[in-house]
């Protein structure tokens, strides 16, 4: 078959028996995803027209109140995975809390939670600038049947059994991963359809850019000046170009592309950075890591680290493999 032409769809059913004791229940779960990413598409789509339609806190036509977009696409991808009864929890940057979905009742015996991040880069949600959302896949750790609890969604990034995003761009690609490579797919926005255009995408091994929020170096930690400063230093390939959207998707689906690396580290204003390890970090390292990529917090691995809360932040460097190796060289010599 030309890969090409091959749909998300078909995709999904084509590997359903790849997966250990498939059942088809993680296939529905993404072909919700799927479904979810189309209706956010259509409302990032819309974005710009939001003054004429009417401002957020005005109500529509419908008598539905206009919402902010970040709100709307949570509410979207929550609606989606509780209507169809497919996971057993959700945990959402946007929300304080876990969602339980009748995880109590014995009918119900789903297996699987997701962690989502509905819009990511949203303050580029007003600036005509690519956005994302970001999701995350387990098995609860708890047994099928009971109410979920928070040790379902405390897991670390290495039992991940499938992440994704979606970057809603010049094109709105879907890009996920089970744990056999990373493939992207791009939507024909004429039919509605996801056509896979990336399969097995890859870091390059090395690359020429850097992403991070230069506007913070006074607080950065020496060792991210430093490398910073070997980033532009005259030498061999160097110096490096330096881009940064402000949208984690976005500047990594680049860096993935080219090659580069991403940084978001601690600072003496953030401690913890500001990424947060469940939404964000945790899936980005299980994508980064299956195209040959790395993702550390600086110092060791991010899928290695346990949770201990849902909104947890946690440093982020990602990307090509040698340059996250480089970062973490020149952060081990200040660590002293
Ligand atoms: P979110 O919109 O979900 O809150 O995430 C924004 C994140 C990330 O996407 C981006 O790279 C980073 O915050 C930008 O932060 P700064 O504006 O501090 O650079
Ligand atoms: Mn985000
Ligand atoms: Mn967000």
């Given at each position: 078959?030309?890969?090409?032409?091959?749909t998300?769809g078909?995709?999904?059913?084509?590997?359903?028996?790849?997966?250990?004791?498939s059942?088809?229940?993680?296939?529905k779960l993404?072909?919700?995803?799927?479904?979810?990413?189309?209706v956010?598409?259509?409302?990032?789509?819309?974005a710009g027209?939001?003054?004429?339609?009417g401002?957020?806190?005005?109500?529509n036509i419908?008598?539905?109140d206009q919402?902010?977009?970040?709100?709307?696409a949570?509410e979207?991808?929550i609606?989606t995975?509780k209507?169809?009864?497919i996971?057993c929890?959700?945990?959402?940057?946007?929300?304080?809390?876990?969602i339980s979905v009748?995880?109590?009742d014995?009918?119900?015996?789903?297996?699987?939670?997701?962690?989502?991040?509905?819009l990511d880069?949203?303050?580029?949600?007003?600036?005509?600038?690519?956005v994302?959302?970001?999701?995350?896949?387990?098995?609860?750790?708890?047994?099928?049947?009971?109410?979920v609890t928070l040790?379902d969604f405390l897991?670390?990034?290495?039992?991940?059994?499938?992440a994704?995003?979606?970057v809603?761009g010049?094109?709105?690609?879907?890009?996920?991963?089970?744990?056999?490579?990373?493939?992207?797919?791009?939507?024909?926005?004429?039919?509605?359809?996801?056509?896979?255009?990336h399969?097995?995408?890859?870091?390059?091994e090395?690359?020429?850019?850097?992403?991070?929020?230069e506007?913070?170096?006074i607080h950065?930690p020496?060792g991210?000046?430093?490398?910073?400063k070997?980033?532009?230093?005259?030498?061999?390939d160097?110096?490096?170009t330096s881009r940064?959207?402000?949208?984690?998707?976005?500047d990594?689906?680049?860096?993935m592309?080219k090659g580069?690396?991403y940084?978001y580290?601690?600072s003496s204003v953030?401690?913890?950075?500001?990424?947060?390890?469940l939404?964000?970090?945790?899936?980005?390292?299980?994508?980064a890591?299956?195209?040959?990529?790395?993702?550390s917090?600086?110092?060791k691995r991010?899928?290695?680290?346990?949770?201990?809360?849902?909104?947890?932040?946690?440093?982020f460097?990602c990307?090509?493999?040698k340059?996250?190796?480089?970062?973490?060289e020149?952060?081990?010599?200040q660590?002293?």
């Amino acid at each position: 078959m030309d890969r090409k032409n091959t749909t998300l769809g078909e995709f999904i059913i084509e590997n359903q028996s790849s997966f250990q004791y498939s059942s088809g229940e993680l296939s529905k779960l993404i072909n919700a995803i799927r479904l979810a990413a189309k209706v956010v598409n259509h409302e990032v789509n819309k974005a710009g027209l939001i003054d004429i339609l009417g401002a957020a806190g005005d109500t529509n036509i419908q008598g539905e109140d206009q919402q902010k977009l970040d709100v709307l696409a949570n509410e979207k991808f929550i609606q989606t995975l509780k209507n169809r009864e497919i996971v057993c929890g959700i945990a959402s940057e946007e929300e304080d809390d876990f969602i339980s979905v009748n995880s109590n009742d014995e009918k119900h015996q789903n297996k699987y939670v997701v962690l989502i991040d509905p819009l990511d880069g949203s303050s580029n949600i007003d600036v005509n600038v690519s956005v994302g959302t970001i999701f995350s896949i387990y098995r609860r750790v708890t047994p099928i049947g009971t109410p979920v609890t928070l040790e379902d969604f405390l897991q670390p990034g290495v039992n991940q059994v499938a992440a994704g995003y979606i970057v809603y761009g010049t094109s709105t690609m879907l890009v996920y991963t089970t744990g056999d490579g990373v493939n992207g797919f791009t939507l024909n926005p004429a039919i509605g359809t996801f056509y896979l255009s990336h399969p097995r995408m890859q870091f390059p091994e090395t690359g020429k850019i850097y992403s991070v929020n230069e506007g913070n170096y006074i607080h950065f930690p020496q060792g991210v000046k430093n490398y910073i400063k070997y980033c532009q230093l005259e030498e061999g390939d160097r110096p490096y170009t330096s881009r940064y959207i402000g949208s984690l998707v976005s500047d990594f689906h680049r860096n993935m592309i080219k090659g580069g690396i991403y940084i978001y580290p601690k600072s003496s204003v953030a401690m913890e950075g500001k990424l947060r390890l469940l939404y964000e970090c945790n899936p980005m390292a299980f994508l980064a890591e299956q195209a040959q990529g790395k993702a550390s917090d600086g110092f060791k691995r991010i899928m290695e680290i346990q949770p201990t809360e849902l909104h947890q932040r946690v440093p982020f460097f990602c990307g090509s493999r040698k340059m996250v190796e480089k970062a973490e060289e020149f952060m081990a010599a200040q660590k002293a």
